[in-house]
């Protein structure tokens, strides 16, 4: 199992990021997937769910401001964030909210003017 994150970067409060997340080796469709966000000195966090029907959820601090999406036939996951925040720093990971895998190494975004 292997989860590669890209689209992270510096940009200005109130700009947009979106991050992809290309799974591999297992079988991506059936599987709840999660964007999980890890801010300095602090623990990983679940910020975005979705299931493999499309089902969606999110935490209070990111409702409104980000959206999950995936494409089952290129077993990727998406996280459209927008209306960025200071706050909203953080190395994001994806991962299976249930049944979780080996970590990928994440990409880094930071909200900073």
């Known amino acids: 199992v292997q989860f590669v994150e890209s689209g992270g970067g510096l940009v200005q409060p109130g700009g947009s990021l979106r991050l992809s997340c290309a799974a591999s080796?297992?079988?991506?469709?059936?599987?709840?997937m999660g964007w999980y966000q890890q801010a300095p000195g602090k623990q990983r966090e679940l910020a975005a769910r979705?299931?493999?029907?499309?089902?969606?959820n999110y935490t209070n601090s990111v409702k409104g401001r980000f959206t999950i999406s995936r494409d089952n036939a290129k077993n990727t996951v998406y996280l459209q964030m927008n209306s960025l925040k200071p706050e909203d720093t953080a190395v994001y990971y994806c991962?299976?909210?249930?049944?979780?895998?080996?970590w990928g190494q994440g990409t880094q975004v930071t909200v900073s003017s």
């Open positions: 991962n299976r909210v249930d049944n979780e895998a080996s």
């Open positions: 080796g297992f079988f991506f469709s059936i599987y709840t």
């Open positions: 979705i299931s493999g029907g499309g089902r969606t």
